[in-house]
């Protein structure tokens, strides 16, 4: 017992450490559109050419353009070629997000989240999160676990929160990966799953994860040479099964 409860207050620390240096990015809408004006302002953005860019958007917008109202939400919030405004930034989030963006729902919840531009609402942040995440965004799946693990603007619920990041894992977020790996570990989903727990902190780690090798390490200090055995396996099986065929 003295073991385990050094094992599981180690993992805490490592968890907790790696969340708070973890930073929620804003999502800017990408070019799957096959609007070329659209792809040539987010051309104009990469260069650094910032007012081409909201030019662009902002003709795009007047026609209704969802992604290009979520872009200048973006430059508002980043201050880039605009003075930083999170209030004006919050303001086209939310019309893009009228029109169903999953990127613009999750980019208003992190304002709601972390209070920029607007009073930190919790709740307010959980329900735009829910939004995207109901629509598949990875992004917003993965902030659906925290929300439900941390109890934010919400009872926690660990079975919530290992349903939600091991969406977001099975999609190839590693950081979800890690997640699920550390909700089996630690048991905060109703019961501790050594071997679940291990596979999945072995997949984060095997993605690339920093962090996930010294989780491991603890792991083990409670595992048996078989169970560490079958983990592995059933992490190569999951990897090989491109997350079909996972614990």
């Given at each position: 017992?003295?073991?385990?409860?050094?094992k599981?207050?180690?993992?805490?620390?490592?968890?907790?450490?790696?969340?708070?240096?973890?930073s929620f990015?804003?999502m800017?809408?990408?070019?799957?559109?096959?609007?070329?004006?659209l792809?040539a302002?987010?051309?104009?953005m990469?260069?650094?050419?910032?007012?081409?860019?909201?030019?662009?958007?902002?003709?795009?917008?007047?026609?209704?353009?969802?992604?290009?109202e979520?872009?200048i939400?973006?430059?508002?919030?980043?201050?880039?070629?605009?003075?930083?405004?999170?209030?004006?930034?919050?303001?086209?989030?939310?019309?893009s997000?009228?029109?169903?963006l999953?990127?613009?729902?999750?980019?208003?919840?992190?304002?709601?989240?972390?209070?920029?531009g607007?009073?930190?609402?919790?709740s307010?942040?959980k329900?735009?999160?829910e939004?995207?995440?109901?629509?598949?965004?990875?992004?917003?799946?993965?902030?659906?676990?925290?929300?439900?693990?941390?109890?934010?603007g919400v009872?926690?619920?660990?079975v919530?929160?290992?349903?939600?990041?091991?969406?977001?894992?099975?999609?190839?977020?590693?950081?979800?990966?890690f997640?699920?790996?550390?909700?089996?570990?630690?048991?905060?989903a109703?019961?501790?799953?050594?071997?679940?727990?291990?596979?999945?902190?072995?997949?984060?780690?095997?993605?690339g994860y920093?962090?996930?090798?010294?989780?491991i390490?603890?792991?083990e200090l409670?595992?048996?040479?078989?169970?560490?055995?079958?983990?592995?396996?059933?992490a190569k099986q999951?990897?090989?099964?491109?997350?079909?065929?996972?614990p």
């Amino acid at each position: 017992m003295r073991e385990y409860t050094l094992k599981k207050t180690s993992i805490n620390l490592i968890v907790s450490v790696l969340f708070a240096i973890t930073s929620f990015s804003l999502m800017l809408s990408d070019l799957r559109s096959e609007s070329s004006a659209l792809k040539a302002g987010i051309e104009a953005m990469n260069r650094g050419h910032y007012a081409t860019a909201l030019r662009a958007f902002r003709k795009l917008a007047k026609t209704g353009d969802a992604q290009a109202e979520n872009n200048i939400g973006y430059l508002y919030e980043r201050g880039l070629g605009v003075p930083q405004d999170y209030g004006t930034a919050l303001k086209w989030y939310k019309r893009s997000a009228s029109k169903d963006l999953p990127e613009a729902e999750y980019n208003a919840g992190l304002l709601y989240h972390y209070g920029y531009g607007v009073a930190k609402n919790q709740s307010e942040a959980k329900k735009w999160f829910e939004k995207s995440a109901r629509k598949g965004f990875t992004d917003a799946e993965f902030m659906m676990g925290h929300v439900y693990q941390n109890g934010w603007g919400v009872r926690q619920n660990g079975v919530k929160a290992l349903a939600w990041y091991k969406r977001a894992a099975k999609k190839g977020k590693i950081e979800a990966q890690f997640m699920t790996g550390y909700m089996f570990l630690s048991g905060d989903a109703g019961q501790e799953e050594a071997v679940k727990g291990y596979a999945w902190t072995e997949i984060s780690m095997m993605n690339g994860y920093e962090g996930a090798k010294e989780v491991i390490d603890y792991a083990e200090l409670s595992m048996k040479e078989s169970q560490i055995k079958i983990a592995k396996a059933l992490a190569k099986q999951c990897l090989a099964s491109e997350f079909k065929n996972c614990p």
